[in-house]
């Protein structure tokens, strides 16, 4: 069964930073791109970045320059560090198996249960 936990939401102020983990299991890591999404309060899921097999990184363009995505094969973990953060990017944010960009659905991609993220003064 695949599994996907997210961790490391919270409140932050404006400016701040977070650091979003997510540890997979019960497929095989290293053959997945995997991504992550988010959904602002009454809006609908948005993709915000992937990254490769092989470690190529893809960023929306509202987080391109602020938000780094990574890997550890070896711990079969994806990371999103979180920086100059936005009140705009409080949203719940997911890890998701595979690569949000070619969905035209998001809600059909394989994710976990989300982590909260709100940034608030």
């Known amino acids: 069964e695949v599994q996907l936990v997210e961790s490391g939401g919270g409140l932050v102020q404006p400016g701040g930073s977070l650091r979003l983990s997510c540890t997979a299991s019960g497929f095989t890591f290293t053959k997945s791109t995997m991504g992550w999404i988010r959904q602002a309060p009454g809006k609908g899921l948005e993709w915000v970045s992937s990254?490769?097999?092989?470690?190529?990184?893809f960023y929306a363009d509202s987080v391109k320059g602020r938000f780094t995505i990574s890997r550890d094969n070896a711990k079969n973990t994806l990371s999103l560090q979180l920086n100059i953060l936005k009140t705009e990017d409080t949203a719940t944010y997911f890890c998701a198996k595979g690569d949000p960009r070619y969905y035209s659905d998001l809600s059909r991609i394989l994710r976990g249960q989300g982590t909260q993220v709100t940034v608030s003064s």
């Open positions: 990254i490769s097999i092989g470690g190529y990184t």
